[in-house]
């Protein structure tokens, strides 16, 4: 994929194919963007909604994409699968 990537805190990626999301440069507007979530599994499909409709919105506001071409790709990792420091999720 080409295109800019960015980690936003410990597990938010945001990325596009057609520019840098933080290019507030006039008349550039995004084609796609991908934002995608890191999290550890277990939050409820409400939970996903709400998360999914709050970053789209913020997508919006802050880039000038339009909404019907921003996606957002949830991603549930099991703790077993992540680790911080050395040690996994699952141990602490």
């Given at each position: 994929m080409s295109g800019a990537a960015h980690i936003i805190g410990p597990a938010?990626?945001?990325?596009?194919?057609e520019y840098h999301l933080y290019n507030k440069?006039?008349?550039?507007v995004p084609d796609?963007?991908?934002i995608h979530v890191y999290m550890h599994e277990?939050?409820?499909?409400?939970?996903?909604k709400g998360l999914a409709e709050d970053?789209?919105?913020?997508?919006v506001k802050n880039t000038g994409a339009p909404a019907e071409a921003t996606e957002v790709i949830?991603?549930?990792v099991?703790?077993?699968?992540?680790?911080?420091?050395?040690k996994?999720?699952?141990?602490s």
């Open positions: 938010l990626l945001l990325q596009s194919d440069s006039p008349g550039v796609m963007p991908s277990g939050r409820t499909v409400e939970q996903k970053i789209t919105a913020a997508i949830i991603h549930d099991p703790r077993t699968n992540w680790a911080v420091a050395g996994l999720a699952s141990e």
